[in-house]
């Protein structure tokens, strides 16, 4: 994509209700073509899922950006994100944070992570091949979790990563038939944890364990 072409595209998303300036700048500079399996190259500047290995995809740029938004990173925040996926996401954050761990359990895909990932600009993330969602009390406190994908059920794990006033983000079942709902979990400087609705969204499935097989 040339840089005109990526300025409207991300003026299109600014048209569809996206308002974060920093969000949208890091679209605009983070090439989604050097993200995506070869074959899909010409796909990379629409606002498309595209598939990748081990049967999983990379969301739209539009559900990156809802997302992210609703994330609300910060330069000074820690973030710890399970699904790397393509590592698309990952490059994103790491515009808008000031580190990211990222937890993949396809093997295949954290490789090829790392391998996008290791650029002379990106040197505040981390990529491990291991369950997200059975993380260790040694990873110590994230001011954001994006999950990428829906949960029945927040991990305790994670709930423990959350600092105070940190902010959790992911997708949860809704009705049969329907699209997963996107939420954000708030903890707050009294311990609590308060969930906000922030409408529908397309996602997957976050599964347990990691793949030995990929």
């Known amino acids: ?3 005109e072409e990526r300025l409207a595209f991300v003026m ?7 308002r974060d300036t920093g969000v ?6 983070v090439p989604r073509e050097q993200f995506v399996p070869r074959r899909f190259i010409d796909l990379a500047g629409r606002d498309v899922a595209l598939p990748l290995a081990c049967g999983q995809s990379t969301p739209s740029p539009y559900e990156v950006a809802r ?8 330069p000074s925040h820690r973030v710890l994100e399970i699904g790397t ?13 000031r580190e990211v761990i990222s937890f993949e359990r396809f093997k295949a895909l954290a490789v090829e992570a790392k391998t996008r990932l290791s650029h002379p600009k990106i ?11 059975d993380i260790a009390p040694d990873l110590g406190i994230f001011d954001r979790i994006l999950v990428n994908g829906w949960l029945a059920k927040v991990p305790a794990c994670l709930l423990g990563a959350l600092g ?7 997708a949860r079942p809704h009705g049969a038939g329907e699209l997963p709902q996107l939420f954000a979990l708030m903890h707050d400087d009294t311990g609590r944890f308060t969930q906000v609705q922030h409408g529908f969204i397309r ?5 347990e364990g990691v793949s030995r097989g990929l």
């Open 67 to 74: 997302l992210l938004e609703v994330l609300g990173v910060e």
């Open 24 to 29: 949208l700048r890091a679209l605009e500079t």
């Open 123 to 133: 040197e505040n993330v981390k990529v491990f091949w291991a369950d997200g969602l």
């Open 203 to 207: 996602a997957t499935a976050m599964l």
């Open 85 to 97: 996926g393509s590592g698309f996401v990952t490059a994103i954050l790491a515009k808008l944070a």
């Open 12 to 18: 299109k998303l600014r048209a569809r209700g996206i």
């Open 164 to 170: 105070v006033n940190g902010r959790l983000v992911a």
């Open 1 to 3: 994509m040339t840089n």
